[in-house]
């Protein structure tokens, strides 16, 4: 699995979040919360859904673990942040450069694919992790835990020091 490198500009992006674990999962909760408020948000500016995920230190991969606690958004991207639905929140995601993963397959898979990108792949890149968000980008192949289903895996890095 050999990702795309992007630099990718500033987003505005709107949607609800929650603190949760792995080991506490919360996804499903929000997601249900937010799919039926997704049609008051007048100003998308794709169809793509965006799960991003926003750690309260720097992600160590060697440190981390399933109670390892971080917010988590569901969320759309918008043109501009003007007319908001109430209760909605507003998330600005920095530009930046980002490893970008195609992943095929069930939600509850991703274990694997997880393990090869930090423990694998990363540290015999040129890149470290870089204390930005992570997110997934669930585009029109999406299926929520079918194995046909596809995203993409964007994790925040920036080019090792020499």
């Known amino acids: 699995m050999i ?4 630099t990718l500009p500033e987003k505005k992006l709107v949607g ?19 799919m039926p408020r997704r049609k008051e948000i007048i100003n998308p500016a794709t169809a793509d859904l965006l799960s991003l995920q926003v750690y309260d230190k720097p992600l160590a991969y060697a440190k981390f673990s399933p109670t ?4 988590k958004w569901a969320l759309v ?16 995601l920095p530009a930046g450069l980002y490893a ?10 991703f274990t694997e694919t ?5 423990g694998t792949w990363l540290p015999s890149s040129e890149y470290v992790l870089d204390d930005r968000p992570h ?3 669930l585009g029109e192949k999406y299926r929520n835990n079918d194995p046909d289903s596809e995203e993409e895996i964007w994790v925040p890095i920036r080019l090792k020091s020499k």
């Open 3 to 6: 990702p795309r490198i992007e």
């Open 16 to 34: 609800q979040r929650l603190r949760m674990s792995f080991a506490h999962d919360r996804t499903g909760e929000l997601w249900r919360s937010f």
């Open 68 to 71: 390892t606690e971080f917010e």
């Open 77 to 92: 991207e918008v043109t501009g942040f003007d007319s908001m639905p109430e209760g909605l929140e507003t998330f600005t």
């Open 100 to 109: 970008v993963f195609l992943y095929k397959g069930a939600s509850s898979e």
């Open 114 to 118: 997880f393990q090869f990108i930090f």
């Open 135 to 137: 997110f997934e980008v």
